[in-house]
């Protein structure tokens, strides 16, 4: 900002929201609720979404508010979830009542994957542990609070298993 690079090329991506892809997660629905900030109670809203994806609009979930994520604890808590995909989030350090979080994300009837770039608390208590690219590993988008658009090109590969390269030697 000093330099007057905002906006610019090598002037970063410039999030500008609470965490870093909160914004994003908020867009693409990745919050629970639906993405482009549709209602779920908005029947038109509902039909776009649809007509977008091609699908009926009976398959996309808009009977019901979204899931908070207590009440889908409570759900592992009780056993109608047994299959619990973690992704970039740390639970076992960022909810409330972490004794009794950690404590059901260590059920042994719960099958726990966690998808992240270290090995939190959280992964330490997963049955797979899955990597996840950076975000100087892979090119995407990021959207500040002024819904001003950001594209952040890969910079490096993945640390971990690269593609095998080919290489050619001859023997005589």
């Not at 009926?56 to 619990?84: C, N, V």
């Not at 590993?137 to 819904?147: I, V």
Request: glycine share 8%; hydrophobic share 40%; charged share 20%.
């Amino acid at each position: 900002m000093l330099r007057g690079m905002i906006g610019k090329p090598g002037g970063g991506i410039l999030q500008m929201n609470g965490q870093p892809t909160a914004q994003n997660n908020r867009e693409c629905g990745a919050d629970g609720d639906l993405p482009g900030f549709r209602n779920w109670e908005n029947p038109e809203h509902v039909q776009q979404l649809a007509d977008l994806w091609g699908v009926d609009s009976l398959k996309i979930p808009h009977w019901a508010p979204p899931t908070h994520a207590m009440q889908l604890f409570r759900y592992a808590e009780q056993g109608s979830i047994s299959f619990l995909w973690i992704s970039a989030t740390n639970p076992a350090v960022s909810l409330p009542q972490l004794p009794r979080i950690r404590e059901l994300l260590a059920k042994e009837d719960l099958f726990l994957v966690v998808q992240d770039l270290y090995l939190t608390e959280t992964a330490e208590l997963a049955d797979v542990v899955l990597p996840a690219a950076g975000w100087g590993e892979k090119t995407g988008t990021f959207t500040n609070a002024t819904r001003t658009v950001h594209l952040s090109e890969k910079a490096v590969e993945p640390p971990g298993r690269l593609a095998p390269t080919s290489t050619s030697s001859s023997t005589t």
